[in-house]
């Protein structure tokens, strides 16, 4: 996994609330032997963002000009709620985003997130607001994400967010959690002697 | 009196002597299993969590298997660790060959890497192949105190027994798989509290639909769930299932039933539960496991089941769910910005217009399965409303959750009933839960199913899905629109 320490990117707005992950990656695209990224790619959001015949839809906001490349998600409450599929953030991440920004998140997507590197940002009502705002005004608004601050920054606006402080590290040093559990193998052979 | 001897006294296992708590303050059914499976916690780290019993499924292991592979790790504990293949498999001829290239390679896969880390895979021509969730309960493998997880969301029925279960990302089977431990951190608890008798024509699944359109889809977001009361007491091990299998649907983490002697009656003839004396120990262990009295809830919810009407939902979410009998809501009258919008949103998909009645409104299709109402008792419930009769929709699916479920349906002539009604009789699997197999709702049809999630394009793209219990759907199919079982059951 790829350190995330900070960076500034443009944001795609998609203020819907309680986004599940059928929407997300629709179950027909999910079949894979391992992560397929241009098969993800073309999964992410694709019944919102294409027509039955496979044109784009052009009042999706991902289908517009003045969203193209961007890095930050910004979405409403509950986002990746339902199915614990990996492949919603694996679409994500596949599809340039390194950031979503909501006023909450489903348990199991923010744990598969944070396991891949991409940063699920909880902010205030009102920060969502303020930025929801500010980028419907300037689309190409440039947002800064600040892990080790734990800040979210953009012209006129800033807003902090609470991640826990081993997933901190884990992303700002590029650790694999897994390290941590193998480390441990001695205390779980302890444990397993017990039972 | 020392800790060890107060813990003897109470008859608490072994396990529990090692662990901070005991015979100190009172504690929940959560707490205790938590505290059982809490190998090491560090300050300023999750806690690293012991997996009792791994489920893996076709849809989500083979990246997982990469994963280890890269690394050159192996399966720590392949004993503890079973294989279905449930997602992807045909309903109508599993055993040939699947036509999708993908989908072949899929199962191959399944095989290949349970065959390779020597973990034991219900493969069709087991006998014991079904829905993982349908599976690990019918063969005693899933036990009470236990901790139990798989990569499917729906992971939280085995909380029916009492045993911690959760769904985990692809990442996070891989660290099972690697370590046989999950890194976690405490949940809040929420207690449901459900009394009353449920009145005819409700089922387990009208609870939780009722309780999940009080709760709302993010109600129970950072909790896990403790499901009490006399209306659960009285529910079958079946129900509990269905109940605990829709938790995951208000954002909870998990959701549990105390074990009693409903659990334990179901437990005791199956093959991989303890026997004889083992048995008895066991369940003197389990009944330890209840919530103390005086064990403090973070939140509470309370249920009147006796006030209960037979629940269909009409929205996009499993928390849209209303009495059969009302009408389609008016999204102006919902509380919040957001929520008016999804409404809206949910009615333009659905083609319901605010107001009208939902009974009586056209249904196409009826999907009785999934890991939610598959079962024996789902079945026989649909089945006694169908007999002798013949069904009005364009079709009705019903798929056992599992082999020894579809053999049981078989010995009591159920299939012919279905047969006869004009049902399509499967092979065990989610099918057109979420239509991964190629069994799916067309676009623009309406379909009574008695799975678990109606989201926009999950039963196929375009597919309108309203969630009901099997009694609703098996009286919709034979009406051929919206119906209330009530009508047919009296």
Known sequence: MDALIRFTGTVLPLPARDINNDVVVPGRFLKMIDRDDARLRLALFHDWRFFEDGRPRPEFPMNRPEHQGATILLTGANFGCGSGREKAPWALLASGFRAVISTSFAEIFRSNALNNGLLPVTVAARAARALLAAVTKEPGLEVTIDLPAQEVRWRGGRASFPIDSFSKRCLVRGWDPLDYLLWHAGAISRFERTR | ?490
Request: proline fraction near 6%.
């Open chain 2, 1 to 490: 009196m020392t800790r060890r001897r107060f813990c003897e006294a109470v008859g608490v296992g072994a396990a529990a002597l090692a662990l901070p708590g005991c015979g100190g303050r009172a504690r929940t059914l959560y707490d205790k299993i938590w505290d059982a499976h809490r190998v090491l916690e560090e300050p300023g780290y999750p806690a690293v969590l012991y997996v009792d019993l791994h489920l893996l499924q076709d849809n989500t292991s083979s990246p997982a298997f990469h994963g280890l592979r890269r690394r050159g790790l192996s399966v720590r504990r392949p004993e503890r660790t079973i294989a279905t293949i449930d997602h992807t498999l045909s309903t109508t001829d599993p055993a040939r060959p699947h036509p999708d290239p993908t989908t072949r390679a899929i199962i191959e896969a399944m095989r290949a890497n349970s065959r390779g880390a020597g973990i034991r895979l219900f493969d069709i021509d087991s006998g014991q192949q079904g829905i993982s969730h349908v599976i690990a309960p019918e063969l005693g493998l899933t036990q009470p105190g236990m901790t139990i997880v798989c990569a499917d969301s729906h992971t939280s029925t085995h909380g029916a027994f009492g045993a911690l279960a959760f769904g985990i990302g692809t990442t996070d089977v891989e660290r099972v798989l690697a370590t046989q431990c999950l890194l976690a951190s405490r949940s809040k608890r929420l207690e449901a509290r459900i009394d009353g008798a449920l009145p005819a024509g409700c089922t387990a699944k009208d609870v939780i639909l009722a309780l999940l359109a009080k709760l709302g889809i993010d109600g129970a977001v950072g909790h896990v769930i403790e499901y009490r009361g006399s209306a659960v007491r009285a529910l079958s091990m079946e129900g509990r299932m269905t109940l605990c299998n829709m938790t995951i649907e208000a954002g909870a983490r998990a959701g549990l039933v105390a074990p009693d002697d409903t659990t334990f009656e179901y437990l005791a003839s199956r093959e991989h539960a303890p026997r004889g004396r083992a048995f008895d120990e066991a369940v003197v262990r389990w009944r330890a496991l209840a919530t103390d009295d005086g064990a403090a809830f973070d939140t509470a919810v309370h249920l009147d089941a006796s006030a209960l009407e037979p629940m269909v939902t009409w929205g996009t979410d499993p928390g849209t769910a209303v009495p059969i009998t009302a009408r389609v809501p008016d999204p102006a009258a919902r509380p919040g910005a957001g929520e008016r919008a999804s409404a809206r949103r949910a009615l333009a998909y659905m083609d319901l217009r605010p107001g009208e009645p939902l009974l009586g409104r056209r249904v196409d299709v009826v999907f009785l399965g999934s890991c939610t109402n598959a079962r024996l008792t789902d079945l026989r419930l649909a089945a006694a409303l169908l007999r002798g009769r013949r069904i009005q929709v364009k079709r009705m699916l019903v798929v056992p959750g599992s082999q020894q479920v579809k053999r049981a349906c078989e010995a009591e002539g159920l299939h012919r009933v279905f047969l006869d009604a004009g049902c399509e009789w499967r092979a065990p699997g989610c099918s057109m839960c979420m239509a991964l197999n190629g069994d799916e709702v067309a676009p623009g049809q309406y379909c009574v199913s008695t799975s678990n999630r109606n989201f926009e394009g999950r039963q196929g793209p375009g597919a309108r899905t309203f969630l009901a219990s099997p009694l609703t759907a098996a009286a919709s199919a034979l009406t051929g629109a919206l119906e209330d079982p009530r009508r047919w059951t009296r």
